[in-house]
C-alpha cells in the first residue's frame, strides 16, 4: 500500500490463535469443573454432531484454501493480498476460513462435550470480527476500492 501502512490488514493474532486458546482454556476448565453441554447418557450424540460439524469446516476450509493458491494469494493475514477472490466457497461468504474455524471450533466443543469452550465463543467471535475481519475489510477497501466494495456488496461476511 502506498500510503506509509504495511501491506497487510494488521490483524490482532493469528485466527488459529484466537480459536485455538479458548478451545483449550474450555477443555481445561471442562477437566477441573465439569459442565458438559449434555448429560453423560447423551455425550454419544453431542460426540457425532460436533464430528459432522469438524467434517464440514474441514471440507469448507480446504476448499477456501485451494481458492488462495489457484489466486496465488496469501492465506496468512501477515502477508499481503494480491487479488480478491470469488471462487468456490468465497462466493457464499467472505470469510469461509473463519466460519471453517467456528465450526471447528463448536465441533470440537461438542466432541469434548464441554460447555466451557461454547460460553467463551461469543467473546472469540467478537475477537475475531473486531480484530481480524474489520481490520482486513478496512484493508481491502483501501488496497481494492471499488472491487472489493461491488464483492462486498454481493457476498454476505458470514453465510
Do not use: C
Request: proline share 8%.
Amino acid at each position: 500500500m502506498s500510503n506509509g501502512y504495511a501491506d497487510n490488514p494488521g490483524v490482532v493474532a493469528p485466527p488459529p490463535l484466537i480459536y485455538g486458546l479458548p478451545l483449550a482454556a474450555g477443555w481445561y476448565m471442562n477437566r477441573r469443573d465439569p459442565f458438559p453441554v449434555m448429560p453423560a447418557e447423551y455425550a454419544e450424540y453431542a460426540w457425532w454432531i460436533g464430528g459432522a460439524l469438524i467434517a464440514v469446516g474441514i471440507v469448507l476450509g480446504v476448499s477456501a484454501f485451494v481458492q488462495f493458491l489457484r489466486k496465488h494469494t496469501a492465506v496468512m493475514p501477515y502477508r499481503p493480498t494480491t487479488a480478491i477472490i470469488r471462487s468456490g466457497p468465497f462466493r457464499i461468504t467472505r470469510n469461509p476460513v473463519y466460519l471453517a474455524m467456528t465450526l471447528g471450533y463448536i465441533g470440537a466443543a461438542l466432541m469434548l462435550n464441554t460447555m466451557w469452550a461454547l460460553l467463551v465463543l461469543p467473546l472469540v467471535l467478537l475477537v475475531v470480527h473486531r480484530g481480524v475481519i474489520m481490520r482486513e475489510e478496512r484493508y481491502l477497501e483501501q488496497k481494492f476500492g471499488d472491487e472489493y466494495n461491488t464483492y462486498k456488496v454481493s457476498v454476505r461476511r458470514w453465510i
